[in-house]
C-alpha cells in the first residue's frame, strides 16, 4: 500500500528564518507526483507546490522549494524568509495512479514566532 | 474560477439523523474527489467521481454512506442513521483529469451530539 509518513508533528521557526519540513514516501509505481498541501487554521487546503518524480530539478515556487531524493523516498519542503502567514498544517501527498486519490501525511503543525 | 464551494459549513446533529452534504466543483472539472479528516489527522480518501461516475469506494465508506454526481456537475454525500464516529470534517476536491492538483472546498465539518 502507498505510504507518506510526516515524521515531525510540530516545528516552529522564527519570522524571517528558513524551516524545512520532512516527508518520506512509499510507493511502487515508477512515474508519480508528490505535493505539499497548506491548511491555514479553519481555513481552505491549498497547494504550495508540485513535483513530478520523473524530472530531476527539484521545484521552486517563490520562497518554497523541494528537496526531492527519488533513491531514498524523501521530499521535504524548504520555506525560505519565513512569513506569519505561513503559519499553517503542512501535509506532503502522493496520488495512486489510476484514481490519483491523495494518500496525505500526518501533517506537521508550523509556527512562525515574531 | 469560482473554486470548490461546499455547504454547509457546520452541521450539527444529532445521533440517528440523516445529513447531506453539497460539493460544486470548479465548473471545467470532471473529477470530484470526497475526503474525510479527523482532528489531527491528514485527510482520508472516501470516493471519486470521473464526471457522473462514481469509479471508486474506499472500504471506510459503509453501507451508511451515499455519494451522487448527477449529470457530472455538483454532488452530494448523504449518511445516514449518523454515529458518534462520523464526527469529521468532509472535504470535497475536484481537478482536471489525472495528475493535476486537487482543488479543495472549505470542508463542511459534522458534529454529532
Not at chain 1, 525560505?80 to 506532503?92: E, H, I, N, P
Not at chain 2, 450539527?12 to 482532528?39: A, M
Not at chain 2, 471508486?56 to 451515499?66: A, G, I, Q, T, V
Amino acid at each position: 500500500a502507498q505510504t507518506v509518513t510526516q515524521s515531525q508533528p510540530e516545528m516552529s521557526v522564527q519570522e524571517a528564518e528558513t524551516v524545512t519540513l520532512s516527508c518520506t514516501y512509499d510507493t511502487s509505481e515508477s512515474d508519480y507526483y508528490l505535493f505539499w498541501y497548506k491548511q491555514p487554521p479553519s481555513r481552505q487546503m491549498i497547494l504550495v507546490i508540485r513535483q513530478e518524480a520523473y524530472k530531476q530539478q527539484n521545484a521552486t515556487e517563490n520562497r518554497f522549494s523541494v528537496n526531492f531524493q527519488k533513491a531514498a523516498k524523501s521530499f521535504s519542503l524548504k520555506i525560505s524568509d519565513s512569513q506569519l502567514g505561513d503559519a499553517a498544517m503542512y501535509f506532503c501527498a502522493s496520488p495512486i495512479q489510476g484514481a490519483q486519490k491523495l494518500v496525505f501525511g500526518q501533517g506537521t503543525r508550523l509556527t512562525i514566532n515574531p | 474560477d469560482t473554486g470548490v464551494s461546499q455547504n454547509p459549513r457546520h452541521k450539527i446533529t444529532k445521533r440517528g439523523q440523516n445529513v447531506t452534504f453539497r460539493c460544486d466543483p470548479i465548473s471545467e472539472h470532471n473529477r470530484l474527489y470526497w475526503y474525510r479528516q479527523t482532528l489531527g489527522q491528514g485527510p482520508e480518501f472516501l470516493t471519486y467521481f470521473q464526471n457522473e461516475a462514481q469509479l471508486e469506494k474506499s472500504r471506510l465508506l459503509s453501507d451508511r454512506f451515499s455519494a451522487e454526481r448527477p449529470k457530472g456537475s455538483f454532488s452530494t454525500l448523504e449518511i445516514q442513521r449518523t454515529e458518534q464516529g462520523d464526527s469529521a470534517m468532509y472535504l470535497c476536491a475536484s481537478s482536471w483529469g489525472g495528475n493535476q492538483p486537487q482543488h479543495f472546498g472549505d470542508g463542511t465539518r459534522l458534529s454529532i451530539l
